[in-house]
T-cell receptor, first 115, second 113 residues
Framework: AQKITQTQPGMFVQEKEAVTLDCTYD???????LFWYKQPSSGEMIFLIY??????QNATEGRYSLNFQKARKSANLVISASQLGDSAMYFC????????????FGKGTLLTVNP | SQTIHQWPATLVQPVGSPLSLECTVE??????LYWYRQAAGRGLQLLFY??????ISSEVPQNLSASRPQDRQFILSSKKLLLSDSGFYLC????????????FGQGTRLTVV
């Protein structure tokens, strides 16, 4: 079975500062994929970034980067230069062949960006 | 690219009434399909997962059921709603390779009264 843990129910950050959202995972599959999604108050789910278990480099997409530490089974999301529009729920998720490629989510972190 | 159509956007139903939420997918074939439920301010709970027509796994015991009558159609149903069925329901689809992102519908906010 696979499991995603996000231990920060809420985080606050000042505008223009960087913030790290934590995510740890557990799986027995050697091959797996890790995803981060953003959910604004409107409810839509927005895909941010993907990291594969065999990727040598940490994934980056604009202001988003993923700090992937495979031995520690962590996949933290780093948002640089926070903007007011970054205020939202953030979810970490994973899928793996051993779980029939099901996409499983963590409980999320509510990020608030203060002006 | 893939598009998920999910309706209705909001729904208010009395306890004991039936439910039918429909989700259709465009732009892909043979996708993995999901139904998630989200309580206010909480995470996404996986309800049903389908890898093909009539191939559906239920993740949590409840009074909900799901059907996939066509490759790109996924339906969530209940014969008798409970107050605890209130929440935000999201349909999602995802390709078969490990690195494909999931695409989500706009969600249905269900309030059982």
């Amino acid at each position: 079975a696979q499991k995603i843990t996000q231990t920060q129910p809420g985080m606050f950050v000042q505008e223009k500062e960087a913030v790290t959202l934590d995510c740890t995972y557990d799986t027995s599959d050697p091959s797996y994929g890790l995803f981060w999604y953003k959910q604004p108050s409107s409810g839509e789910m927005i895909f941010l970034i993907y990291q594969g278990s065999y990727d040598q480099q940490n994934a980056t997409e604009g202001r988003y980067s993923l700090n992937f530490q495979k031995a520690r089974k962590s996949a933290n999301l780093v948002i640089s230069a926070s903007q007011l529009g970054d205020s939202a729920m953030y979810f970490c998720a994973m899928r793996a062949p051993g779980s029939n490629y099901k996409l499983t989510f963590g409980k999320g972190t509510l990020l608030t960006v203060n002006p | 690219s893939q598009t998920i159509h999910q309706w209705p956007a909001t729904l208010v139903q009395p306890v004991g009434s039936p439910l039918s939420l429909e989700c259709t997918v465009e732009g892909t074939s043979n996708p993995n399909l999901y139904w998630y439920r989200q309580a206010a301010g909480r995470g996404l709970q996986l309800l049903f997962y389908s890898i093909g027509i009539d191939q559906i796994s239920s993740e949590v015991p409840q009074n909900l059921s799901a059907s996939r009558p066509q490759d790109r159609q996924f339906i969530l149903s209940s014969k008798k709603l409970l107050l605890s069925d209130s929440g935000f329901y999201l349909c999602a689809c995802q390709g078969l390779t490990l690195n494909t992102e999931a695409f989500f519908g706009q969600g249905t906010r269900l309030t059982v009264v």
